[in-house]
């Protein structure tokens, strides 16, 4: 079973991040998220999302809130937990 430990930040390598409403997509190096406040190793996944807004979004008038992201891990393990925390992700989106 998959334990309660959320995946954080310090396990990726890399993060795709994409704007659900315009699509537009980019990967970050973990490194450059760094920069942005409030976001450092231990930041969980799931809290990325919600720091980050679509700036193509914003300059448009939109909230550019609707961020999905997802997780390049260092290990095949962790990619597995990674996949499925997305899936895990995306139906609390469903549900919410
Ligand atoms: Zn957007």
Same mark, same amino acid.
């Given at each position: 079973? *998959? %334990? %309660?430990?959320? /995946?954080? &930040?310090?396990? +990726? #390598?890399? &993060?795709?991040? @994409?704007?659900? =409403?315009?699509?537009?997509?980019?990967?970050?190096?973990?490194?450059?998220?760094?920069?942005?406040?409030?976001?450092?190793?231990?930041?969980? &996944?799931? @809290?990325?999302?919600?720091? #980050? +807004?679509?700036?193509?979004? *914003? =300059? =448009?008038? &939109? /909230?550019?809130?609707?961020? +999905?992201?997802? $997780?390049?891990? %260092?290990? @095949? @393990?962790?990619? #597995?937990? $990674?996949?499925?925390?997305? +899936?895990?992700? #995306?139906?609390?989106?469903?549900?919410?």
């Amino acid at each position: 079973m *998959v %334990s %309660s430990s959320a /995946p954080t &930040l310090g396990q +990726v #390598l890399s &993060l795709s991040i @994409e704007c659900a =409403d315009c699509g537009r997509n980019r990967w970050r190096k973990t490194q450059e998220l760094y920069r942005i406040k409030g976001i450092h190793s231990g930041t969980q &996944l799931s @809290e990325i999302g919600s720091r #980050l +807004v679509c700036s193509s979004c *914003v =300059d =448009d008038g &939109l /909230p550019g809130k609707n961020i +999905v992201i997802q $997780a390049a891990f %260092s290990f @095949e @393990e962790d990619r #597995l937990r $990674a996949d499925a925390w997305r +899936v895990s992700n #995306l139906a609390a989106r469903a549900a919410g």
